[in-house]
Nanobody, 122 residues
């Protein structure tokens, strides 16, 4: 069993930056592909970024390419989402999710965090 906890959300002005962290406990994170999703009220949860367990290959939604960067620090059982040049439309609850031996493009995930709120003011 893996427990995921997101942190680092908050309020930031447009153009600013935040770094989210997804920290796992319960098992080693090294064999889990991790993805970030975001959700606004009344809408579906949308893919933001992902990083694989094997080679650290990354993938991004078109809306965040060039502004967000996902990385992992296996020694700390943590995956980060560095968010730069934030826009008001980035406002959402951000969730991390993990799949054992997962691949980019996975549609379902074994574990989810509780989410962290990111609010970008204009």
């Amino acid at each position: 069993q893996v427990q995921l906890v997101e942190s680092g959300g908050g309020l930031v002005q447009a153009g600013g930056s935040l770094r989210l962290a997804c920290t796992a406990s319960g098992r080693s994170f090294t064999t889990y592909t991790v993805a970030w999703f975001r959700q606004t009220p009344g809408n579906e949860r949308n893919f933001v970024a992902a990083i694989t367990w094997s080679r650290g290959t990354t993938d991004y939604a078109d809306s965040v390419k060039g502004r967000f960067k996902v990385s992992r620090e296996n020694a700390k059982n943590t995956v980060y989402l560095q968010m730069n040049s934030l826009k008001p439309e980035d406002t959402a609850v951000y969730y991390c999710a993990a799949n054992y031996l997962g691949k980019l493009g996975d549609k379902s995930f074994d574990y989810w965090g509780q989410g962290t709120q990111v609010t970008v003011s204009s």
